[in-house]
Nanobody, 120 residues
């Protein structure tokens, strides 16, 4: 499975962005889709995950209530809607396909990352 993340950019604090993760080369609905992020000098951080059907989601406390993950299995695409963005959300965001888990090591496939920068 190949994953292509897109939609990053520069936004002011309080603004919104929607990231997309397009999958190809496999059966998209076989996998849960996770989102992770990594800020400069910091370790990779779990953001959230959605199960294969899109019914169940789980979020890190740091983004709960501000970020929403969804997926469209007909389009082989997952989304990360980010609202009320804060400067501390600045990071490279990655999508990943694998098990429904917060552990990055349990994901089989990773996208290339997309930069999100939130200015204060």
């Amino acid at each position: 499975v190949q994953l292509q993340a897109s939609g990053g950019g520069l936004v002011q604090a309080g603004g919104s962005l929607r990231l997309s993760c397009a999958a190809s080369g496999g059966i998209f609905s076989d996998y849960a889709m996770g989102w992770f992020r990594q800020a400069p000098g910091k370790e990779r951080e779990f953001v959230g995950v959605i199960n294969w059907s899109g019914i169940t989601t789980y979020y890190a406390d740091s983004v709960k209530g501000r970020f929403t993950i969804s997926r469209d299995n007909a389009k082989n695409t997952a989304y990360l809607q980010m609202d009320s963005l804060k400067p501390e959300d600045t990071a490279v965001y990655y999508c990943a396909a694998g098990r429904y888990t917060i552990r990055g090591d349990d994901y089989n496939y990773w996208g290339q990352g997309t930069q999100v920068t939130v200015s204060s």
